[in-house]
């Protein structure tokens, strides 16, 4: 049975467990920074900065069946971090939350230009380039905004 619920104290191993592991996985190959991605980028660090800030748990939606299995982060209409466990990638999960995002009425999110996978699974769900981009804080990499609705002709 899938169950959506918001983030509790309990979940911030787990939630920085999948952040962590779909940086390496996804935002790795694009940066290739090993002292960033396998240095600083520790799970007890991050799940610290959890504790820390309890709004963030406030904004964060879990999937949950009897091990939290990803998570969504809303901050208003925005989407602003949406990971699934990588090993369960595929499955569904990120679609369920997703969707449960949109009835609560996201309708826009940032995404790495170059991460193709991303915006090829946020266009299925009716995110669109924008036409709209920024540069990623301290890289050269580009960010583009998609939002709900049709695609830019």
Known sequence: MERIRTAVADD????AE?????????????????????SELQ???????YREKPELLAQTLVYDDGVV?????????EVRKL????????KGIGSVLLRHAAAFGADR?????????????YARH?????????????????????KCGKPIQ
């Open 12 to 15: 911030v191993v787990r939630l």
């Open 18 to 38: 999948i952040e962590i592991f779909n940086y390496r996985l996804n935002f790795y190959p694009i940066f290739r920074n090993d002292d960033f991605y396998f």
């Open 43 to 49: 799970v007890p660090a991050l799940a610290a900065q």
């Open 69 to 77: 299995k990803g998570f969504l982060r809303l901050e208003g209409s």
């Open 83 to 90: 990971f699934v466990e990588p090993v369960l990638q595929g």
């Open 109 to 121: 999110l940032w995404a790495l230009e170059k991460n193709t996978r991303a915006i090829t699974f």
């Open 126 to 146: 009716g995110f669109f380039p924008a036409g709209e981009k920024k540069k990623e804080e301290d890289t050269e990499e580009y960010l583009i905004l998609l």
